[in-house]
């Protein structure tokens, strides 16, 4: 049974960073795309980033890009997300989720593509 738990959230001013974290519990981590979402209240749950199996691959929504990485650490089952330049429009409970992929498919971070979801984590951004 594949378990995902997001940790790291908190409450930063605009400009600040955070560093989430996804730790996954299961077999075979390494053949599961990771995906960030996200979802502020009486919005839909968005995409956000993902990373590929190997980590080769990551893709960020343009709201994020140049603001936000996204790495994993296979051995340890981690995922992170990195959030830097923090603007009060990031403010949303931020979810990861995990997709068992095929090793040469890009990554995606369409919430209909995943399966396996944690619990979420509270990012609130002051201005």
């Known amino acids: 049974e594949v378990q995902l738990q997001a940790s790291g959230g908190g409450s930063v001013q605009a400009g600040g960073s955070l560093r989430l974290s996804c730790l996954y519990s299961?077999?075979?981590?390494?053949?599961?795309?990771i995906g960030w979402f996200r979802q502020a209240p009486g919005k839909e749950r968005e995409g956000v980033s993902c990373?590929?199996?190997?980590?080769?691959?990551?893709d960020f929504t343009d709201s994020v890009k140049g603001r936000f990485t996204l790495s994993r650490d296979n051995a340890k089952k981690t995922a992170y997300l990195q959030m830097n330049k923090l603007r009060p429009e990031d403010t949303a409970v931020y979810y990861c989720?995990?997709?068992?992929?095929?090793?040469?498919?890009?990554?995606?971070?369409?919430?209909?593509?995943?399966?396996?979801w944690g619990q979420g984590t509270q990012v609130t951004v002051s201005s």
């Open positions: 989720a995990a997709v068992r992929t095929i090793l040469s498919v890009p990554c995606t971070y369409t919430v209909g593509d995943y399966y396996n």
């Open positions: 299961g077999f075979s981590f390494d053949d599961y795309t």
């Open positions: 990373i590929s199996r190997g980590g080769g691959r990551t």
